[in-house]
C-alpha cells in the first residue's frame, strides 16, 4: 500500500460505479483487502501508508477503527446493489492488523459474512509481526475465523534486520510459527527481503535455510526498493548506505528458488513460492486475484479497489477516512475507468508473472511475433508456447520480466 497517491478523475461522494462496471458482477470472484494502517515503529524501508501513535495525532483511535472499517463493507454491499456475491478471499495487511484484538478482526470478518457471504472454503488471511502475537492471541484469531497468516519474518540475520529498523527476534520466528500452527491455522507464510545494504550472500542463505526450517506453506521473497522519502533512502542519500546491487538482487533470487524448490515450494509468481502437492494448495488465492483480473474492494485509508475495469483509491489518513464514513461519505478519493487498451497492458503485465502463463490469444500479432525470440533468449519456455500457446518465464525470464513485457507490448 504505498504511501503516495495517483491523480486520477474526482470519485462520486456516493461511491457510485458506473453501470458497465457492475454489468458483470459476479462473473469473477470477489476478494476484500483490509489495510489496517497502525505499527508501533516505522521501518526505516517502508513506504506504505502506516502511522506509529505519535505520527496519527489526536482525533483517530485503534479502538474505533474496525467500526469505520464495517461502514466501508455496507458501503461496498450498497454499491454493489443486491447482486449475490459471496467472497472467496479476504486480506488484511499493513501496518500490523495484530495490533488490533482478535475480537475487532472477528466482528470484521462477521461483517463481510452478514453483508456478502463468505465462500465454503473461503482463505481469510492477516499479516502479522512476530513480536505482535502470542499463543493465546493466535488461538483467539483463529477462533475469530482467520484460517491463513504470513509473518513478516523478513531476515533471520540480527544485523540486516537492524539495518531495517526492524525490532523483532529472529529466534522467535519458530516459535511463533509453532504457536500458529498449533492454533490451528490452514496456511503459514513468511515473508522475506534481500539486497538490504550490508546483507553477504551468506546471509541471506542463512535467512532462507531459517525460513525452510520453520517448514512454512508459502513464502514469499522481495528484493528491497529504496523508495523515495524514507529514512532508508535519506541515508543511502548521505552515503551511509550503498543502493541495492543488481547483480547481488540476481544472484540472491536465484539462491532462493534453487533452496526453496529443493524443499519442495515451487514459484507461482515471480516473488512467491508454495508447496503444493497431495491435495494439498497453499498458492495466495488472494493475490491470484489481483494477477488474474478478479475484483476485489480495498478497504481503509490508502486501499485501492478494482471492480469491472474501474479503479479507486481512498484518502489517505485515518482521520479523513473516519470523518467521511462518519458524514455518510465514501472514502474514495479519486478513481480511474480503464479502457481496453489500458487493460490489456495490466493484463500482460500481470497475468505473464505467474506460473501458469499469459494465454497467447492475449497478445496481439506483434506481441506473438516477439514470443519466439524471447525463448531463444532463454527468457520463455519454447515447449509451453509451442505446445500450449502460453508465455511462461524461465528463471532467466522472471529475473527480466519487464523486459520480457516491454517486447510483449512493442
Known sequence: M?????EGEPAPPDGSLPASALAELGSRPLGFYVHVPFCTVRCGYCDFNTYTAEELGGGVSRQTYVDHAIAEVRLARSVLGDVDLPVSTVFLGGG?????????????LGALDDEFGL?????????????SVDPAYLERLRAAGYNRISFGMQSAVPHVLATLDRTHDPERVPGVVADARAAGFDQISLDLIYGTPGESPADWVTSVEAALGCEPDHVSAYSLIVEEGTALARRVKRGELPMP????????????DTLLSAAGLQWY????WARDGAGSETRCRHNLGYWTGADWWGVGPGAHSHVGGVRWWNVKHPAAYGDRLAAGVSPAHAREVLDAATQHVERVLLEVRIREGLAGSALDDAGRAA?????????????????????????????????VVRDLIP
Do not use: F, H, I, M
Open 269 to 272: 509468481e515471480v516473488s512467491n
Open 245 to 256: 546491487d543488481e547483480d547481488d538482487l540476481a544472484d540472491k533470487y536465484v539462491a532462493a
Open 96 to 108: 500490523t492488523p495484530t495490533l488490533l484484538p482478535p475480537e475487532d478482526l472477528g466482528r470484521l
Open 371 to 403: 514470443v519466439p525470440d524471447l525463448a531463444r533468449r532463454g527468457l520463455v519456455d519454447p515447449a509451453d508456447w509451442e505446445q500450449r500457446d502460453r508465455v511462461v518465464l524461465t528463471c532467466r525470464g522472471r529475473l527480466l520480466a519487464d523486459l
Open 119 to 131: 465462500v465454503a472454503d473461503a482463505e481469510v488471511t492477516t499479516e502479522a509481526n512476530p513480536d
Open 2 to 6: 504505498p504511501s503516495a497517491l495517483p
